[in-house]
């Protein structure tokens, strides 16, 4: 686990001085706010109509924005021969796919709490402090499960020269069974439910991060030597 955290660290310190994940990442998330505000500016400061609008708007900013980074995740290793050195590092391979899930999670989150403002500010939307930490909650648990599951395609796709069109056509299939339950609990967060109404989807959640996890780290040194 101790390796897992020295790649997560590798990873971000290198996005953190160029920032081209996170800025691309951002400016995406951004300009689908400002087009979905537009597109219904006349629901605006409307609170049980952006509540319905909100989940939908804000899981396809987060799962398109997200994308952009997870199609970079291990483009960046293939320059200099830097993933045959991480596959030669005396370590077990899922410790790479681990470091890697690390650091995507990281820039994944900062893109969210950065958009979550301007969400607000472009709605005219309020949240209060009770349904900001369980919108959090399924935040986590939507975004593990999206990049548990993304950060393995990334690595099969690697190797193709249509990786950025490849990668999307495989993930969205897969974590439709995340993003159907992260909407509805986020559209019952925002509607007022508390955290007893949302168990079955966060239980649904958990299940899934904790299976694909599992697998993807079982399937990932296959992936990896292919």
């Not at 950060?151 to 495989?170: H, K, Q």
């Amino acid at each position: 686990m101790i390796r897992s955290f020295y790649i997560a660290a590798k990873d971000l310190k290198v996005e953190f001085r160029t920032k081209q994940m996170l800025n691309s990442m951002f400016i995406f998330s951004l300009l689908v706010l400002v087009v979905f505000s537009i597109s219904f500016g006349d629901f605006l400061g409307d609170s049980e109509k952006v509540e319905k609008l909100a989940p939908g708007v804000l899981w396809i900013a987060f799962i398109f924005a997200g994308m952009l980074g997870l199609s970079r995740t291990f483009a960046m290793e293939t320059e200099n021969g830097c993933l045959e050195a991480l596959m030669l590092c005396p370590t077990d391979r899922s410790a790479i796919y681990t470091g890697k899930i690390l650091s995507s999670l990281v820039i994944v989150f900062i893109m969210e709490a950065v958009t979550l403002p301007f969400f607000i500010i472009l709605f005219n939307y309020s949240l209060d402090s009770q349904t900001t930490l369980l919108l959090l909650i399924i935040l986590f648990l939507g975004t593990s499960g999206f990049i548990a599951v993304g950060t393995l395609l990334s690595a099969l796709t690697l190797g193709t020269r249509t990786r950025e069109l490849l990668l999307p056509v495989l993930l969205l299939p897969l974590i439709l069974p995340v993003i159907i339950p992260a909407v509805e609990a986020t559209a019952g967060v925002l509607a007022g439910n508390g955290i007893e109404n949302l168990i079955p989807e966060i239980r649904l959640l958990a299940v899934y991060d904790l299976v694909f996890f599992a697998v993807s780290n079982l399937v990932f040194e296959y992936v990896i030597s292919d």
